[in-house]
């Protein structure tokens, strides 16, 4: 740790040599005149970066000009004091290793908004910008102050070991840093892929999604993978974990790894899809969004239920959109009284189902009798309707008022449950006579 720290020497000359404070009041004044200088030109280009001012791309470059504004300002300053001082034959030591710790603070951090704004809009690689933006900046200036291999010494005394493994702090270090930056890598390129997947024109959109979940996958375990390689563990550390984790997939994990792997089956299978509209288990709805783990059923009543990928495959599905044909079937049974007339009212239901902006004209509507009911003559009305985002219990109500009021004009009546109640006597119900002139009399 000695020789991370400059020794008393070079402190002593330093506190005591005119070029040093030089040096450092030029940093100071050259900090406080570009940040000033920053702050301005700042508000001026905040109307101009608002969303809707101008284009994506150029918006882009503005937000990238506000962000390293004040480095890049600041790294221009030394550039050009650096400059000075060597024309004039002076000390230039300590302004050269803080321009090259400004300018990479300015680089760093306008690539680290260039990768994360290449991303999907709200990408989760927003909240960790400043943090990856501070790791790497830190990792870069012990590098510039050559204090990097002295940092790696000191991590890599502190390890433990597993047998014939040895694990240090300098490991673990290695291995969380090149997965982060790996990651980064491995989902640019999968989000590339995917938009260039998204533009073809053979592959439907669940094949797509399909596609682009497993490179996203792929990219991201071989990232892990190399990490690991790259970091100095030893692959044979994980056999333990390795077996620990498939005891955990074979005893919590099982339903976790079933809906992950069922995802997939859906998204190649084609089965299901966005759009489409079901019906499981009672609830009936439109397919919202598709992933890895669940569905999104939305149900007509304005709610949203996550249903598990594993219940679709083991479970019956009512898919009205299967296959690209919407046409659904729709059986709405009528009774009508024994006192009215078949013949006339079968026209009447026909009737009522045409004209209806839901219904298709063929197949026509038609109504037949299904026989005889307990309190009425059983007729059934049959359309056919493609319009299911309008919704089925909407057709339903649609025709139920159309057949009332056709029904209503026409003096065809829809019988209601009745009930004759016939109350017995003793001798009528064959039981025993009664017993109340048995009863005995008092002594």
């Known amino acids: 740790m000695d020789e991370l ?26 900090a406080g005149a570009t940040w000033l200088l920053g702050q301005y030109l700042r508000k001026r280009l905040e109307p101009v970066i608002k969303p809707g001012v101008v284009a994506d791309v150029p918006r882009a470059a503005l937000r990238i000009t506000a962000l390293a504004l004040i480095p890049a300002l600041l790294w221009l300053w030394l550039l050009v004091a650096m400059t000075v001082f060597r024309k004039l034959g002076l000390a230039s030591d300590l302004l050269r290793p803080a321009m090259l710790l400004v300018g990479a603070a300015a680089l760093i951090r306008a690539s680290v908004f260039v990768l994360r704004h290449s991303f999907s809009p709200g990408s989760r690689l927003k909240a960790w910008e400043g943090v990856l933006t501070a790791t790497i900046w830190a990792i870069v200036a012990l590098h510039i102050l050559g204090w990097l291999p002295v940092v790696e010494q000191t991590l890599d005394e502190y390890a433990l070991t597993f047998g014939n493994v040895r694990i240090s702090l300098y490991n673990i270090a290695s291995f969380a840093l090149l997965t982060a930056l790996l990651l980064l890598v491995a989902l640019w390129i999968s989000n590339a892929i995917g938009w260039r997947v998204a533009k073809s024109t053979v592959l439907d959109d669940t094949m797509k999604r399909a596609l682009a979940k497993l490179v996203t996958f792929t990219l991201a375990t071989m990232a892990v993978v190399t990490a690991i390689v790259a ?24 339903r976790v790894v079933s809906n992950f792997v069922s995802g997939f089956i859906l998204a190649f299978e084609g089965s299901i899809r966005e759009g489409d509209i079901i019906n499981l288990g009672g609830k009936h709805g439109q397919v919202k969004a598709l992933h890895a783990r669940h569905i999104v059923l939305h149900t007509y009543d304005g709610f949203d239920i996550l249903v598990p990928n594993e219940n679709l495959i083991t479970s019956e599905i009512t898919n009205w959109s299967y296959g690209g044909d919407r046409k659904v079937r729709l059986n709405l049974p009528v009774q009508i009284s024994y006192a009215d007339d078949p013949e006339v009212a079968i026209p009447l239901l026909v009737a009522a189902a045409r004209g209806h902006k839901s219904l298709l004209a063929d197949p026509e509507p038609a109504a037949i009798v299904k026989g005889f009911g307990d309190n009425g003559i059983d007729l059934e009305l049959r359309v056919w309707i493609d319009d299911l985002d309008y919704g089925v219990a909407n057709v339903r109500s649609d025709l139920c008022r159309r057949i009332w009021r056709e029904f209503r004009d026409a003096g065809v009546t829809i019988p209601f449950p009745q009930r004759d109640v016939r109350i017995l006597g003793p001798e009528a119900s064959g039981a025993p006579p009664s017993a109340k002139s048995r009863r005995p009399s008092s002594p």
């Open 5 to 30: 720290f400059p020794s008393r020497t070079w402190w002593r000359a330093f506190v005591f040599s005119p070029d040093s404070w030089w040096q450092v009041g030029i940093f100071l004044i050259g």
């Open 231 to 254: 970091a100095g563990i030893d692959l044979t550390a994980f056999a333990v974990f390795g077996g620990a984790l498939g005891i955990g997939i074979g005893l919590g994990l099982q």
